[in-house]
C-alpha cells in the first residue's frame, strides 16, 4: 500500500521518467521524502526555479524523453515560466509537477494561494489538470506523459494538492504505449515531389526531428537530386552539424537578411517547421518573411513522422542512392591577441571536442559561432527556441545529465546569464562537465540594434542607460567561484584558449568570463552598415545576394 | 502631437507615478525611448524581472504610492510573477507595464507569442487589459492607476501592443482623483464596541493599513481602555514598531504555536487583516486558526479606511484620552563569541539605527529578531506578506529608492537570498543605502522543520539532500563583490557587529555573510523540542501558556 507520492514515483520510473529537476517546499514535501523509495529516480536540486525548467527542456532536446520538474505551488511556475515557454516553442516534452495546497486548505486563500492553473495554460495549453484524489494520481501523470511525449512533444502540468500526495491507498499505473507519428500522406508527398521535379526554385525548411542525423541525411540526398536549397528554422530545438554530416542554412534572425535569403524562391516546402516569421514587428516592415508569389507546402506536420515524411519523399524521388553534399572538415586556425566575440568563436571552432553539445544563447556575441563551427567535430546544437533569455545555462544543466560522457559548451551573453545564474550552483553540485563561457561585453547589445530597427530614433542618455549593465561591471568568474564553480577571466585569446584547453582536460564545471568589446561596436551605428559587416558571417550565397541589394 | 509611450510617460508622471523599475526588450524600446521625454520619471533597472516587481512591492510600501514595472512579454512577466504574488498578498499598489507585439504580430505566432492575460490574471485579477489603440493608451493607463491604487491596493497590468506605443497620435490623460474610502459603518462600529465592553477576551487582530502609527495609536488606546489584546496579522505588510509605538504581537507562523495564541479568546475582531489560518495544511491538523466557539467580527474591511474605522472605535468608547502601553526603549547588549542567528538578532537589535527599514526575509534564522528589536529605535517592518521566497532583495532595492534618507536592513535566508541575488547589481548601480544580512547556513532550513510537520517521517538520504544546499556552500561575499557591492564574510559575533558598524557608517551598498549553523539543530530534532526551545523568542504570556500546553 503506498501513498499518492510513492505510487506517483514508481509510475513515473515505470514509465522511463529517471530524472527530477527540483525547487521543492513544504506542499511537496511527501514527494521528496518518497525520492528514497525509488532508486530509478534522480533528483536534482536547483536554487531557482528557471533553472529546474530549463535544464529539463535541455534534457528532454538530448534525451530524447521528458525529465520531470518539481515546482513549489504557482510561484515556484512562475519562476519557471519562461524556459517552460522555450520548452513549449521548441516542442519538447516535459513533465511538471507542481505542488499545491491541500484540497480543503484551498478555499482558505492562505499566503501561497494563487490560481496555478491560470498560470499553467500559458505554457501548458494542451495538458493542466489537478489530480483532486490520490485514487487518480497515478492514471493523471500517465496521461500528462501521454501528452507530453506525444507528437508534437508538449509541456504537461500536473497539479498536485499535498493530500493527495499523502494520502493513502495509491496504486501505481503501467507506463503508456509509445505514440506511433504516421508519415505525411501519400498524395502530399507526391504533390511536394512534383514541384521538386519541375525545375522551380525550391528550399525545404527543416524544423523539429528533421534537423537530427537522420532527417539531415534524406534531406540531403533530397538537395542532391533535385538541386533544393535546405534551410533550417532561425532557432532550432537541437541540430545535428559538424564535419561530415550534410550542411543546413538557418534563417536569419534580422528580418531583413531572412528576406533576402527566402527571396529567391517560388517554393517553400516546410518538414516538421513553421512558416517564418518575423522574431519582432517593426514599424512599416512586413512580419511574414515569405515573400509573395512563394507558395508554402507542408511535407510533414508537427503531429507527424519528419523523419519517415522525408524518406517517403526520397523514395518518391528515386533519390535513394543519391549522395548528399557533407560538410568537410575544417577548423579556423588558433586566434591571437586581444580577445574579441569573433575570437572567442574562432576559438571554439578551432577546439571544439568530438561529440560535444554546443549551447548558443550568445545572442549578437555568437554572430560568427555558426561558421567558426561549421567544419569542426560533429556536435549538437541547441538553441533559444522561445526568445526567452536565461535558456543557456539550465539548457547545459539538463544537457550534461542526459549526456554524462559528452563535453557540453554554453556560450552565453553576459545579458542573459544573470537571467539564471543559480545555474551554476547545480553544475557544481552534480559535477556536470559543462564549460561555461561568457561573453562579457557590459551591455545588452542586440537591444541597441533593436532600439534602432524600431525606429526609436531619439535616443536620450536615460534610454541609452536601460541598454548598458556595465555600470558596475559583471565580475563573472567570482560569481562562479560564489556557487563553487572554478572559473576564470580572460582578455586576450591566447588566455582564453588556454582556459578552454584546460576546461576541456579536467572534467567538470567551468566557466570562462570572455571580456569582449560590444561586438556590434558604438551606440552611433546604423543597422545597414552593421548588415554590411556580418556579410563575412553568413553563407556566401546569402552574402552576395545581399551585397547587390544593399549596394547604393 | 506625442506618440502612445510619450503620452503614457506623461499621464503616468502627471498622476505621481516616479519610478518604473524595468527589464525591457525590444517590444518596449519605444517606452524606453520615451523615458528621456519626462524628466519626473526615473528608470532603475534590473538585471532580472523579479527584481523589478519585488522593488516595485518594497518601493510602494514605503511611498505609499506605486511604481510601474516594465516587463516584456508573458516571459518577463512569468519572471516576476512571484514577487507581484507577494505584492497581491499585501494588498499592495504595482502598475505593470508589459509589453507585447505588435498587434498584428500577435496572429502569426512567433517565437515570443504567448498569452500573457492568462499569466497576468493570476497576480492581477482586479486588472488585465491590453490596450488596443494608441489614442486610449493614456485613458487604459489612468484606469489601470485607478484599480491599482484604490482600497485594497492591488496589482494592475497594462499590456502595451508594440504598435499601440509607436503609434502616433496620442495625448496625456489628466490624473485620476484620489481614492476616497469610507470608514467602517456606525452599525459595525456599535456592535463591535458593545464586545469590548462586554468584559469577553477581546483580541484585535491589525493589517494592512492599521499597523501604520496612527493605526496603532488608535488600537493602543483602545487596548488601553478594554483590555484587549492587541495582535497583528502573521506578515504584515508594512508594521511601524520600535520604542515609543505601541507594540503589537504578531501571529505565529507555526500553527502549533498561533493557535495557543489565539485559543484565549471569546472574540477576534479583523481591522483590515482577513481570518488567520495556517500557512500550509498538515495532515490531521485543522487550517483554521480560530478556535471553535470564537466570535469574528470585521470592523474595518480591506475596500475601508482602517485608521478611520479605528478613530470611530475609540470614539464610541470614549477612549480619546486613554494612553495606550508603549514599548519602552530598550536594546540587547552586544554580542560575544562565535557567530549564530540568535546573535545576529542581537546585534541587530543593539545597533539599528533611528527609523530604519528592516526587511525580513530570514525564515527561521529570524525567530528573534522580532524580539531583539522590540525596543530599538522607531522602524518599519516589511515581511514576505506572500510567502514566494525571493522578495527580500529587491524589495531592499524598492525600500531605498522610496526612502533615499533612511538606512535599509535586510536580513535574509541563504537559500531565499539566491531566488532573486541579481537585485544586489542594482543597488551597487544605484548606490543604494542598503545592508544585506545573509544567514548563511547552508540549508532549506525551514523545510527541515516543514518535512516532520506534513508528517513525511521515514526520510532517506536523496530527500534529505533536497533540503540541503550546503555542497558547494555558497560564498555571498564573492557573489556580491561580483555585482559590485562590497561585501564581507563573518563568523564570530565580534567581526559581524564590526562589518555591520562599518556597513552603517559607510553609506551605499554592503552585504553581510554571516556564516551561522542552522538554527534549528540536527536532522533529528522533532518539532515539539524545538518549540519549546523557541520559547525565549516569545512574548512572555504566549510562552507561558505553550510551556502549559506542552508540559507533559
Known amino acids: 500500500m503506498a501513498n499518492g507520492a510513492q505510487a506517483l514515483m514508481k509510475t513515473l520510473a515505470d514509465a522511463g521518467v529517471e530524472v527530477c529537476f527540483s525547487n521543492p517546499g513544504t506542499s ?8 528514497d523509495s525509488e532508486p530509478r529516480m534522480r533528483a536534482v536540486l536547483a536554487l531557482f526555479e528557471g533553472v529546474a525548467t530549463g535544464a529539463a527542456d535541455g534534457y528532454a532536446r538530448m534525451a530524447g524523453k521528458p525529465a520531470a520538474t518539481l515546482l513549489h505551488l504557482g510561484c515556484g511556475l512562475g519562476n ?5 515557454h522555450n520548452a513549449r516553442k521548441g516542442r519538447v516534452p516535459v513533465l511538471n509537477i507542481v505542488g499545491d495546497h491541500a484540497t480543503y486548505h484551498m478555499p482558505l486563500d492562505a499566503q501561497l494561494q494563487s490560481d496555478i492553473e491560470t498560470v499553467a495554460r500559458n505554457v501548458s495549453p494542451g495538458f493542466v489538470r489537478t489530480s483532486m484524489r490520490t485514487e487518480d494520481l497515478s492514471r493523471d501523470a500517465v496521461d500528462a506523459l501521454v501528452a507530453a511525449r506525444g507528437l508534437p512533444g508538449q509541456v504537461a502540468t500536473l497539479i498536485l494538492p499535498a493530500d493527495v500526495s499523502w494520502g493513502e491507498g495509491a496504486t501505481p499505473c503501467a507506463p ?9 500522406d501519400a498524395a502530399v508527398v507526391e504533390d511536394v ?21 537522420a532527417g539531415l541525411e534524406a534531406a540531403g540526398r533530397i538537395a542532391a537530386r533535385t538541386g533544393a536549397k535546405l534551410l533550417a528554422e532561425v532557432f532550432p530545438t537541437r541540430l545535428e552539424r559538424g564535419a561530415g554530416l550534410p550542411p543546413v542554412e538557418r534563417v536569419a534572425y534580422l528580418a531583413e537578411l531572412a528576406g533576402v535569403q527566402l527571396g529567391q524562391f517560388e517554393h517553400l516546402v516546410l518538414v516538421d517547421a513553421k512558416t517564418p516569421v518575423s522574431f519582432f514587428a517593426y514599424p512599416g516592415k512586413a512580419s511574414e518573411l515569405v515573400p ?6 507542408t511535407l510533414s506536420r508537427h503531429d507527424q513522422d519528419a523523419v519517415a515524411s522525408l524518406g517517403a519523399l526520397v523514395a518518391a524521388l528515386g533519390a535513394g542512392d543519391a549522395e548528399p553534399v557533407r560538410q568537410p572538415a575544417s577548423r579556423p586556425p588558433r586566434p591571437r591577441g586581444k580577445l574579441t566575440a569573433a ?10 571536442p568530438d561529440r560535444a553539445i554546443v549551447v548558443d544563447e550568445a545572442i549578437t556575441s555568437g554572430l560568427m559561432l555558426g561558421m567558426m563551427t561549421a567544419g569542426a567535430p560533429r556536435h549538437d546544437l541547441i538553441t533559444l527556441t522561445g526568445g526567452a533569455i536565461g535558456q543557456g ?17 554554453a556560450l552565453i551573453g553576459d545579458g542573459t546569464a544573470m537571467y539564471t545564474i543559480q545555474a551554476l550552483w547545480t553544475m557544481a553540485r552534480e559535477n556536470l562537465d559543462v564549460t561555461a563561457i561568457v561573453f562579457n561585453n557590459a551591455s545588452y547589445s542586440v537591444l541597441n540594434v533593436e532600439l534602432e530597427r524600431v525606429g526609436a530614433e531619439r535616443i536620450g542618455p536615460k534610454a541609452r542607460s536601460q541598454l548598458d549593465i ?13 556557487m563553487g564553480v572554478h572559473a576564470v577571466r580572460t582578455d586576450t585569446a591566447e588566455a582564453f584558449c588556454h582556459a578552454f584547453e584546460y576546461a576541456l582536460d579536467a572534467p567538470g564545471p567551468h566557466l570562462i568570463d570572455a571580456v569582449v568589446p560590444e561586438s556590434l561596436g558604438g551606440a552611433k551605428r546604423r543597422i545597414l552598415p552593421w548588415l554590411l559587416r556580418s556579410l563575412p558571417s553568413l553563407p556566401p550565397g546569402l552574402a552576395l545576394a545581399l551585397k547587390r541589394k544593399l549596394a547604393p
Open 292 to 297: 509573395p508569389g512563394c507558395r508554402v507546402h
Open 28 to 35: 511537496e514535501m511527501h514527494f521528496v521524502a518518497a525520492l
Open 193 to 213: 515531389a512534383g514541384v521538386l521535379r519541375s525545375g522551380a526554385k525550391v528550399a525545404l525548411l527543416l524544423g523539429g526531428h528533421a534537423l537530427r542525423e
Open 80 to 84: 519557471g515560466l519562461a524556459n517552460l
Open 343 to 352: 575570437k572567442v568563436c574562432k576559438a571554439v571552432g578551432h577546439l571544439l
Open 393 to 409: 545555462l539550465p539548457s547545459a544543466v539538463g544537457a550534461a545529465i542526459a549526456c554524462p560522457d559528452r563535453k557540453v559548451v
Open 176 to 184: 503508456p504505449p509509445p505514440a506511433t507519428p504516421t508519415a505525411a
Open 470 to 482: 556595465g555600470g558596475p561591471g559583471l565580475d563573472f568568474a567570482r560569481l562562479a567561484q560564489g
